[in-house]
Each structure stands twice: as structure tokens, then as C-alpha cells.
């Protein structure tokens, strides 16, 4: 009874999204007529700022009727209603009054406010998508910005393309001699005018949205790929290439130091890292947060790799309108019994004795901060009354999604997890007391060592990091999956392996504390990243504002923090795998 209700849930969440996707699969016959909604309107730099569109004095064609949209779609910002303008199929028009407004003193400083900071409205016809400012600024011979000319645009017009009975493309250009002048603050009459132009085309339907998916697939663009590509692996080959060299002739010579060792005197005094064969093995402290983290860190990593197989599928093509978030949602929820499992699993190979406790912390270590960050910021969009503020209902949504799906599957997995019963495969045993560690130079301690564990994963993927946050945080659209996919197994090669070195040249100090350490230089890329997104938004882009500020370090602040989770748990994961091959290569006494 539970699973069919929680399937009935997850049915709920994602079917509007699906059927959105098919609802442009229309054929229309001359005259009928194709749906066209209003979406939003906002500051053309700033993307996560953005309103409804008659929050902005426009005339309204009088009954305004809101579609209904998809979970992925209010987690998006969109809120769709129908347009002024009435655009039925292979019906041209020329110059058509959409509607007559007396604007007041306020509403034309309203306006003059939004042609200032460049404003855009965004619109769907037939699920096809169109833009346009709502204005210009006359800067022309004008030094001073007092004397600066503030013009909105009245008069549209949509140039259609179809396919028989299909619409296959729409534009919208705004006629720049057409425009009432905002600069003073007095009363003005408008006429809001509309142009419709038909034409025919080839192109077949199932290729309409192509057009947005090469926009990021242009020749030079994809070179710009290619090279950031090749750049990354021929960085990556030449340094781990390098450090593989190093590390396997320093243990080749290790093995056979030790072998001689073994067979000459007894009392021959130990070195180097079999010094610490007795302590390798020694539980890490905190345990409890340190399964928690590897928990969580495995349930991300297996979110990132369904989300890619999702991509590499063609689910996220462009404008499908909430996709990416109705998945993410849904993935995270389904796969939060991995985390419960690996998490209490590991806990348990550990010698943890409360469980229960572990669990809690698995389930609260992400969602915790993620969860407070999200309180903030959709505080500020209600403050602003943006469309990123999530209505009541849908925030209701989210908690009986987590409520009845993601806690629930949380402590299945964690109970499986407690009575697998694995025990903790240590070559070595441990001994009673532990080693003192030596004194160590400075460089040896765990945050120089994680600016040099982050800085060579980093280097790998800046390139493409600004196609990424141009995307997300711009307006560019971005499709090459497949080059984002290999960019991403460069990036777990290279964590992995800069952890492995790191780590031997720890044991070689007779530093046997390496269980935090491997975690923390796994996920120090994260850290990177973050110190990326402070280089993007005062030198690569022009985000300004509090609101946007806010959503931009908050959301990134989430993000950083979650691939720090899991490129610390393939991290860790690498270094263990290291440690137990390499003592097990030995005699340990």
C-alpha cells in the first residue's frame, strides 16, 4: 500500500512535466487557435530576479487565465498566463490593436525603472519560445545619464514559421520606431499594437528545436570545447602521467626495501610507511559524521551519473520547461536509500554503536544547509515578489516528498545497510596505543595539502565552468552533454588519483591520520569552484542587486558544498583502496 502511494506521488510530480513536453505535438488547421502565455519579465543581467508579466503596468486582454504548471516549472520561475495578443494559426494580421492604457505618472516611472535596468519579457507560443525588451535607452550625444532618453516599445511583430499543420519557429522584433516616450513623469496614452507575419517551411517538426540546441554548438564554439578538452587531457595525462611514474618506481623500490628488510635482522629499526602498519587502520574520529559524509557524498555521486544519463538521452532539450528540476527532485528522493546504506554500512564497519543517530545525520547533513539556505532566499523573493518565491502548495509538494518518500527509503536503506553484516577488510591489525605523530613542516598539513589536491582537478574543468555558469546563470544555452560528460570523468580521474599521491606522501611522514585528510583533499575542488564563482560575478558577468547576489553565492554556495561531498567520498574511496593494496602487499607483524 505504501509503494503504490508513493508511486502515485511521484506520478503526480512528473506527469505534468511529461505532458507539457508533448503538448506542443499540436496540429492546427487555418484559424484555429495556438496558445500564446505571457511568462515573465526581469532585469535582462540578473536571471534568478525575475516577475510576473502584468506586474508590470501592460494592458491585460481582461480575463487573464493562468496555465497550470508542472513542479519542475514553479521550481524553474515560470508562471504562465495568456498574452494580450491573439495569434491564430496562418491567420496574418497587420498593425492590430491588442489593447488601449492610460498610463499613470507611477506606472510610467514603473516602466522607466524597467527600461533602465533592461528588462526582457519571455513568452510561449505553441512551447516555443520568445523574447524581447520591453524598451531602449536613447544614450546617444549624452554624456550625462540625467539626460538620458527612456523609450517603451508598443508595436510587436511575430514572424511564424510552419510545416503544414505544425508551428516549427516564431521570432519577435519590436519595431524601434514605434515607442512612447518615459522620460517625464506625466500621464500617457498607449497603444499597444501587434503585427503577424506567416511563412512556410520545411523544416520538419521534429527537428524545431534544433535551432536552440546549436546555438552552443556552433563551429567555434565546439572548437572552444575541443581545445578545453584536449588542454585538460593532455594536463592531466602529462601530470599524472608524472606522478604515476614517481609513485610506482618509489613503492617498486619500497616493496623491495621491505622484502630485504624481512629477511635480514629482527631487530632492524622500521621506516616510512610500514613504520605505521599498526595504526593505518585506526578509526578515524568523529566517525559518525564521517559515514554521514560518505553517505551522502555516494548518493550525490549517483544523482550526478543518473542526471548525465538522463542528459546524454536527450531529456533536458532546450525549453523543456522544469525537466532538470522535476529530476533532480525526484532522483535525489529515490536515491537517498543508497545513502542510508553506504552510510550506516560503513558506520557499522567502523565499531559505531548508534546507528540511529548516524542516520539522522546522513539525512540532514546536505539537505540541512540546503534547506535553510532555501528559507533565506525564498524570503528575499517574496520581500521582491519575484517568481522564485515557491508558492505554499508547492513547498507542501516538496515536504510530503520528503516526508513520505525520501525519509522512509533514508531508514530502509539504513537498516539494510546495519544488517549487511560487512566487516571492515584491514590487512593489518591495529595495535592498543597509537604512534605519535611526528612534527611535520607546514606544508605538510591539511589545508596547504588541499589547495594542492584542489588546484589540479580545477585546472581541468575551468574552461568549461564558464559555459556552465553562463548557462545557469546567463541566458546562453548549453546542449554538448557528452563534452560536460567527459569533462566529468576527467574530473573524478584526476580527484582520485591527486588523493592517492597526497596520501602516500602522507604515510611516508608516518602521518597515519589519513582517513579526514583523503576527504578533505578530494573535495577541496569544491572549495575551488566556489572561489570561481567570486571571479565570475564581479569579472564575467554583470549580476547586480541583492536578491540576485543572494541566489547567486547561496545556490552556489549549496552546489560547491555538494560536489565538495562527493568528490571527497571518490577521494576517500581511491585513498582506501591504495592503502589496503599496498599493506597488503607486505608483511605486517
Not at 495578443?85 to 507611477?106: G, N
Not at 588519483?497 to 596520501?503: G, K, M, P, S
Amino acid at each position: 500500500m505504501k509503494i503504490s502511494l508513493l508511486f502515485t506521488l511521484f506520478w503526480i510530480a512528473i506527469s505534468p512535466t511529461l505532458v507539457a513536453s508533448d503538448a506542443s505535438d499540436h496540429r492546427y488547421s487555418e484559424g484555429d487557435s495556438v496558445p500564446l502565455y505571457a511568462n515573465k519579465v526581469g532585469p535582462f543581467h540578473n536571471p534568478s530576479e525575475t516577475y510576473r508579466y502584468f506586474d508590470l503596468p501592460f494592458c491585460s486582454p481582461g480575463d487573464v487565465k493562468e496555465k497550470k504548471e508542472a513542479l519542475g516549472e514553479v521550481l524553474n520561475g515560470d508562471r504562465l498566463v495568456s498574452a494580450p495578443y491573439k495569434l491564430d494559426y496562418k491567420r496574418e494580421k497587420d498593425i492590430e490593436v491588442a489593447c488601449k492604457s492610460k498610463l499613470t505618472k507611477d506606472q510610467v516611472a514603473q516602466f522607466r525603472a524597467a527600461v533602465k535596468k533592461d528588462y526582457y519579457f519571455q513568452m510561449y507560443y505553441d512551447d516555443l519560445p520568445i523574447w524581447g525588451f520591453i524598451g531602449k535607452v536613447d544614450r546617444e550625444g549624452r554624456d550625462d545619464p540625467s539626460e538620458y532618453k527612456y523609450f517603451l516599445f508598443k508595436h510587436i511583430q511575430f514572424d511564424i514559421s510552419y510545416n503544414r499543420d505544425r508551428v516549427i519557429e516564431i521570432s519577435a522584433r519590436m519595431d524601434p520606431h514605434s515607442v512612447v516616450d518615459l522620460t517625464e513623469d506625466k500621464d500617457v496614452d498607449v497603444e499597444f499594437m501587434y503585427t503577424v507575419k506567416w511563412r512556410e517551411t520545411d523544416t520538419p517538426f521534429e527537428k524545431r528545436m534544433d535551432k536552440y540546441s546549436q546555438s552552443s554548438s556552433l563551429p567555434h564554439h565546439l572548437e572552444i570545447h575541443w581545445f578545453s578538452i584536449i588542454n585538460s587531457c593532455v594536463t592531466v595525462l602529462l601530470l599524472t602521467g608524472f606522478l604515476a611514474t614517481i609513485l610506482m618506481r618509489v613503492l617498486k623500490n619500497d616493496f623491495m626495501k621491505y622484502a630485504q628488510d624481512e629477511e635480514a635482522a629482527d631487530d632492524q629499526e622500521e621506516t616510512g610507511w610500514k613504520y605505521i602498519h599498526g595504526d593505518i587502520f585506526r578509526f578515524p574520529k568523529h566517525k559518525s559524521l564521517f559515514a554521514a559524509a560518505l553517505g551522502s557524498g555516494t548518493q550525490l555521486f549517483t544523482l550526478t551519473v543518473f542526471i548525465f544519463m538522463l542528459a546524454l538521452v536527450g531529456v533536458f532539450y532546450p525549453y523543456n520547461r522544469g525537466a532538470l528540476f522535476t529530476a533532480l527532485v525526484v532522483i535525489y528522493a529515490l536515491t537517498s536509500g543508497i545513502a542510508g546504506y553506504t552510510s550506516a554500512s560503513f558506520y557499522c564497519q567502523l565499531e559505531g554503536s548508534n546507528w540511529v543517530r548516524n542516520l539522522l545525520l546522513t539525512g540532514c547533513l546536505f539537505c540541512g544547509p540546503l534547506f535553510f539556505t532555501f528559507c533565506f532566499l525564498n524570503t528575499v523573493a517574496i520581500v521582491y515578489k519575484a517568481t522564485a518565491a515557491l508558492p505554499f502548495g508547492t513547498i507542501v509538494v516538496i515536504v510530503l516528498i520528503w516526508t513520505l518518500v525520501t525519509s522512509p527509503l533514508l531508514v530502509l536503506g539504513g537498516i539494510a545497510g546495519k544488517n549487511s553484516r560487512i566487516e571492515f577488510q584491514a590487512p593489518c591489525r591495529t595495535t592498543k596505543y597509537p604512534r605519535e605523530i611526528p612534527q611535520l613542516p607546514w606544508y605538510r598539513s591539511t589545508v596547504p595539502q588541499m589547495a594542492m589536491a584542489g588546484f589540479l582537478p580545477f585546472s581541468a574543468i575551468y574552461i568549461e565552468l564558464y559555459y556552465i555558469f553562463a548557462s545557469v546563470w546567463g541566458h546562453k544555452i548549453y546542449t554538448i552533454y557528452s563534452i560536460l560528460f567527459i569533462v566529468f570523468i576527467i574530473l573524478l580521474i584526476v580527484t582520485a588519483f591527486i588523493t592517492v599521491a597526497l596520501t602516500y606522501f602522507q604515510l611516508t611522514a608516518e602521518d597515519h591520520e589519513w582517513w579526514w585528510r583523503s576527504f578533505l583533499c578530494g573535495g577541496s575542488t569544491g572549495l575551488f569552484i566556489y572561489g570561481y564563482c567570486l571571479y565570475y560575478y564581479y569579472a564575467r558577468s554583470d549580476m547586480s542587486g541583492f536578491m540576485q547576489t543572494s541566489f547567486f553565492f547561496g545556490y552556489m554556495a549549496c552546489i560547491c558544498y555538494g560536489f565538495f561531498l562527493m568528490l571527497g567520498t571518490v577521494g576517500f574511496r581511491a585513498a582506501l583502496f591504495f592503502v589496503r593494496h599496498i599493506y597488503r602487499s607486505i608483511k605486517c607483524e
